[in-house]
């Protein structure tokens, strides 16, 4: 199949990435991504919030700023109130309301399923641009945001989730990224992407792959919802991070060390979840310093980019 090319297109079909990047001149490029899901919450209002957040942190994984946004909209109007997808719409306005976006437009369908979701546009300099790749040997690796939404969200659907766990958790998913992504523009970053479906593991392969090198992750370091743990000893695994597994089964090797329970965390597929930010070594302890202490209290240091690791993933 052949695709239209462009000259300026930065990034693009060519590298699976966040998002695409369009020079529009010698400073300024286009970052435009899309995405949208079926509900993970019961709550309409938080659904629209969760849903835009998960969107707009395809442009801050980019390392650019979201700048307008246009609502993706499926819709069983036969068999929901019109209200409820009001309410939608008002969660999603209100987190591009916090990111600085403007909604400029949208489309709706009727649909069987319920489904919201963006098409986003954000700005970058094309030299600024971050991806995937682009890992250099020993740099450190930081991740935002702690891991398990997907074991926690199947969790609440099996009915074991208490109240609190579900506000905690919904509050996480809805919190933007748009925080660390600031705070990483004033140091030495080579990478960055953000962790959604393919869990902790699969956005690492994919930043491993074609390359000459490995990351060895510390099981230790990996921040994780509490109660994750829990349910992940009860069965409560979505089918998701099983075919996480199988995929990226070959590419993986655990310490004897590492339990089946913290495995599953690392292949957990996650809605809306932190940037995976690969930062120079001498840069490293600066910046999750400063995510800390400017309110990103679960940055942490969780491994480091392995010279001549032939493109595994090492957890110890």
């Known amino acids: 199949?052949?695709?239209?090319?462009?000259?300026?297109?930065?990034?693009?079909?060519?590298?699976?990435?966040?998002?695409?990047?369009?020079?529009?001149?010698?400073?300024?490029?286009?970052?435009?991504?899309?995405?949208?899901?079926?509900?993970?919450?019961?709550?309409?209002?938080?659904?629209?919030?969760?849903?835009?957040?998960?969107?707009?942190?395809?442009?801050?994984?980019?390392?650019?700023?979201?700048?307008?946004?246009?609502?993706?909209?499926?819709?069983?109007?036969?068999?929901?109130?019109?209200?409820?997808?009001?309410?939608?719409?008002?969660?999603?306005?209100?987190?591009?309301?916090?990111?600085?976006?403007?909604?400029?437009?949208?489309?709706?369908?009727?649909?069987?399923?319920?489904?919201?979701?963006?098409?986003?546009?954000?700005?970058?300099?094309?030299?600024?641009?971050?991806?995937?790749?682009?890992?250099?040997?020993?740099?450190?690796?930081?991740?935002?945001?702690?891991?398990?939404?997907?074991?926690?969200?199947?969790?609440?659907?099996?009915?074991?989730?208490?109240?609190?766990?579900i506000e905690r958790v919904t509050h996480l998913m809805a919190r933007l990224n748009r925080k660390p992504a600031e705070i990483m523009s004033r140091y030495e970053v080579h990478a960055c992407t953000d962790i959604t479906g393919f869990g902790l593991i699969g956005h690492l392969a994919e930043m491993v792959l074609d390359s000459v090198n490995g990351i060895r992750l510390q099981s230790e370091k990996i921040p994780i919802i509490p109660e994750a743990q829990e349910y992940a000893q009860m069965g409560f695994i979505p089918a998701g991070a099983y075919r996480n597994r199988e995929f990226r089964a070959s590419m993986t090797e655990f310490a004897p060390s590492v339990d089946r329970f913290l495995q599953d965390l690392l292949f957990d597929p996650q809605t809306s979840g932190g940037l995976l930010i690969c930062v120079s070594k001498k840069d490293s302890r600066a910046l999750e310093k400063e995510l800390k202490t400017d309110g990103v209290q679960d940055a942490v240091i969780i491994g480091e980019v392995v010279k001549n690791g032939g493109e595994k993933i090492f957890v110890q």
């Open 1 to 165: 199949m052949a695709f239209p090319t462009d000259e300026n297109v930065i990034v693009g079909l060519d590298r699976a990435d966040d998002a695409g990047v369009y020079r529009v001149n010698d400073d300024l490029a286009l970052i435009q991504t899309v995405d949208f899901f079926t509900p993970i919450v019961d709550d309409p209002y938080w659904f629209g919030q969760i849903a835009a957040a998960n969107a707009l942190s395809d442009v801050y994984a980019m390392g650019g700023i979201p700048k307008t946004a246009m609502n993706l909209v499926g819709f069983p109007i036969g068999e929901m109130d019109i209200s409820i997808l009001r309410e939608i719409i008002e969660g999603g306005i209100e987190k591009m309301k916090e990111a600085g976006v403007v909604l400029v437009g949208g489309h709706s369908v009727e649909d069987a399923e319920l489904k919201y979701g963006l098409s986003v546009t954000g700005f970058i300099h094309p030299d600024r641009v971050l991806t995937k790749k682009n890992l250099k040997d020993g740099d450190h690796l930081i991740l935002t945001k702690p891991l398990g939404t997907g074991i926690v969200n199947t969790a609440i659907k099996g009915g074991i989730a208490s109240p609190k766990v």
